[in-house]
């Protein structure tokens, strides 16, 4: 069983910058691909980033250039760092995890966190 806490969420206006993190109680670095999806209101929930076990990075079009994830193995923590901020990054940001990564971007992800929210001002 993993859970997942996320922090950094907020309110930032657009052309900013947010840091999100995502801790997990358990040891995910051996064998868990680690990311985030988004849900908007009114809309589905998207895939946004992801990072493997062997540190391959995954990242939607919309936010490619403008997130970086990361991971800390060591922490059992990943990161997501958001630049450039558009108002249409506005969501509940979830961490997720899974032992596949074909699970994973399917978005049928085992694991969930319980959300953060962001918020990008114009």
């Known amino acids: 069983q993993v859970q997942l806490g996320e922090s950094g969420g907020g309110l930032v206006q657009a052309g900013g910058s947010l840091r999100l993190s995502c801790a997990a109680s358990?040891?995910?670095?051996?064998?868990?691909?680690v990311g985030w999806f988004r849900q908007a209101p009114g809309k589905e929930r998207e895939f946004v980033a992801a990072?493997?076990?062997?540190?391959?990075?995954y990242y939607a079009d919309s936010v490619k250039g403008r997130f970086t994830i990361s991971r800390d193995n060591a922490k059992n923590t990943v990161h997501l760092q958001m630049n450039s901020l558009k108002p249409d990054d506005t969501a509940v940001y979830y961490c997720?995890?899974?032992?596949?990564?074909?699970?994973?971007?399917?978005?049928?992800?085992?694991?969930w966190g319980q959300g953060t929210q962001v918020t990008v001002s114009s």
């Open positions: 997720a995890a899974d032992r596949s990564l074909h699970l994973f971007l399917a978005g049928t992800t085992t694991y």
């Open positions: 358990a040891r995910t670095s051996s064998a868990y691909v």
């Open positions: 990072v493997s076990w062997s540190g391959s990075t």
